[in-house]
């Protein structure tokens, strides 16, 4: 990778202590949290998580903090760049991401647009 090539995505300490916690609770084997797009919300698209057992085929693979992100290839165009992060709050407590290929965010929060 060279100094022009973004990062796929970057994880902070809180996000990847969150996916650790998740993968070491999960009842079944898996290998890391799979992260993707679904087109829903109010602004268009939105983060969608799941356990990933296996690599998929294409899937990008980040092995960073002592855990393991895929990144589902229809996803890849709209992550480049990002970063994950784990917040909890008061009110909340989930994933968010710094996202510079957003060009809008719903006012919830939920969902953005490129």
Same mark, same amino acid.
């Given at each position: 990778?060279n100094?022009?090539?973004?990062?796929?995505?970057?994880?902070?300490?809180?996000?990847?202590?969150?996916?650790?916690?998740?993968?070491?609770?999960?009842?079944?084997?898996?290998?890391?949290?799979?992260?993707?797009?679904?087109?829903k919300?109010?602004?268009?698209?939105?983060?969608?998580?799941? #356990?990933?057992?296996?690599?998929?085929?294409?899937?990008? +693979?980040?092995?960073? @903090?002592?855990?393991? %992100? *895929?990144?589902? !290839?229809?996803?890849?165009? #709209?992550?480049?760049?990002?970063?994950?992060?784990?917040? +909890?709050?008061?009110? @909340?407590?989930?994933? %968010? *991401?710094?996202? !510079?290929n957003?060009?809008?965010?719903?006012?919830?929060?939920?969902?953005?647009?490129?």
């Open positions: 990778m100094a022009e090539t973004p990062q796929m995505i970057t994880l902070t300490a809180a996000a990847a202590a969150r996916v650790k916690m998740l993968i070491e609770s999960s009842d079944d084997k898996v290998l890391g949290l799979r992260v993707g797009i679904s087109t919300g109010c602004s268009g698209m939105s983060y969608v998580f799941e #356990y990933a057992k296996e690599k998929q085929p294409y899937e990008e +693979e980040i092995d960073t @903090k002592g855990v393991k %992100v *895929f990144i589902d !290839p229809m996803a890849t165009m #709209y992550l480049v760049g990002a970063e994950m992060d784990y917040v +909890e709050d008061k009110l @909340k407590s989930g994933f %968010v *991401f710094s996202n !510079p957003e060009k809008s965010r719903c006012g919830c929060g939920e969902s953005f647009s490129v």
